[in-house]
């Protein structure tokens, strides 16, 4: 399946958990923050969250600012 | 010797700060100027923007927070670069979510990137949303005084208007505003933008100011380690001689000798 992630796309396997993206992103255990469809995705429950296709995922983290 | 400089502490939203410099984190060479310069400032409130994570960047790689860690610092997630209430929100939102429901959260909406102004009626748009989802809101606004008493109508627990604009080092260009918005305001006011030197700080706490939120006056400094020190010790210099009030200003001069007993009188 095909989602948005970060505004690009990428071709996810079916079914795949929140957990699942971030583990294959490499940043399991980092300071991030996760969003589906504009609405948070808590840490918490990262495992059971299923993506479908075509969900706009966000995965932020902190950065410099003013 | 005698202790006379007894302070209050900045109380924002329930929480005590000793001190009133507020240090943003953006513009440093590196994250370990950052963190010292973050140091040498005495600051316990420290700024940091939410982007979008590199992906594909190295996992290992060092982390904003792991130089100004959370434990160390009491963290405001700014939702700089937001030109919407919606955007803003969600910033914020996802901020809190970061810091493992860390409510305090400096909500910024600009009007156009030339000016980076803020858009006051977004502004307000999103304080209200905020507010009524548990958030505490330090606002950063202009400098009208019926904007500011507006936000804390709204229930924004602290009010920053500029004191010119972002990243101008202009300083603060209207002190009546900043005045008139201190004179009336029940929660802290903190000039947020525009310093640009240290006498611009100890400007903004001689006002009145509760405190002084700052990043470029220091990252963007030749020297950011001597100026964050020069911004410590401006805002206690300010704020002292704020607490010990200025003498009256006078029309002509008057001699701080006695007159009486001079040799040739």
Redesign the interface.
Known sequence: MQIQ???EARTLEADASVARLVEA???TG??????VN?E?V??SVHAETRLAEGDRV????????? | MIDIFQDAPLRIAGREFASRLLVGTGKYRDFDETGEAIAASGAEVVTFAVRRTNLGQDAAAPNLLDVVSPERYTLLPNTAGCYTAKDAVRTCRLARELLDGHNLVKLEVLGDDTTLYPDVVETLAAAETLINDGFDVMVYTSDDPIVARELERLGCCAVMPLGSLIGSGHGIQNPHNIRLIIEQAAVPVLVDAGIGTASEAALAMELGCDGVLMNSAIAHARQPLLMASAMKQAVQAGREAFLAGRMPRRQSAEPSSPLAGRINA
């Open positions: 992630l970060n505004g992103l490499g940043l980092r300071r991030i923050a996760v969003e504009e948070i808590p840490k966000e995965i932020v983290h902190a950065i410099g600012g003013g």
